[in-house]
């Protein structure tokens, strides 16, 4: 009886673990937001927190981690004349990526074919190409790039950026996974969730 019993438990125990072994998952993979191209940029904006990265006209703006397209700017309606911060941005992209974090770049020449509100990406497809459109205009071509929490897109002052990209762009272009995940909600408590809109801002 002694002996049939630990035949038993041998028999259980490889059988308990094979069961309840977790699945392995995988992190969020980021990558820089501009593809094939020499790329330069700054620890500081200017008035806010973004990143203006400097490249080339044409070169791809790419998503930097797998989500949902969530806005798509395809005309350029910015004017001197108005200055109205819903159209700084010129043509524009904006995604939410599975991390929860809203990732927008603007004055974008083109927006690629099939870039639309709803559509899936995965890290690194082409969201479109860099230019110089809506106040960028008469500038040297440059991606602005902002992170922010996702709002209705009626509230372009928290879309164009409320968190400093630039650590994260730096780890993601040395190939490191760096979410900007808890910078964007710490920030989100601090300033609420609909900050006031900016007043008399010149420019961006």
Not at 14 to 23: A, N, S, V
Request: proline share 7%; charged share 20%; with cysteine.
């Amino acid at each position: 009886m002694k002996l049939l019993r630990v035949l038993t438990l041998s028999i259980i125990i490889p059988t308990q673990i094979l069961i309840f072994t977790p699945p392995a998952t995988a992190a969020p993979i980021y990558v820089f937001p501009i593809a094939n191209c020499v790329a330069t940029y700054g620890k500081f904006h200017h008035s806010y927190p973004a990143t203006d990265i400097n490249t080339k006209r044409g070169c791809a703006f790419v998503a930097p981690t797998a989500g949902v397209v969530d806005v798509v700017l395809s005309k350029d309606l910015w004017s001197g004349k108005t200055n109205l911060g819903k159209d700084r941005g010129g043509l524009a992209v904006g995604i939410i990526g599975d991390d929860g974090v809203r990732y927008y770049g603007s004055h974008l020449s083109k927006i690629e074919p099939g870039i639309a509100a709803g559509v899936r990406v995965a890290a690194g497809a082409k969201l479109g190409e860099v230019g110089s459109t809506g106040s960028a205009r008469g500038t040297k071509p440059h991606l602005h790039f902002g992170i922010s929490w996702p709002t209705d897109n009626s509230i372009w002052w928290v879309r164009r950026g409320v968190v400093a990209p630039w650590r994260f762009l730096e780890a993601w272009k040395s190939g490191k996974d760096l979410s900007p995940a808890k910078a964007v909600n710490a920030a989100k408590i601090r300033l609420g969730e609909i900050p006031p809109e900016p007043k008399n801002e010149v420019r961006k």
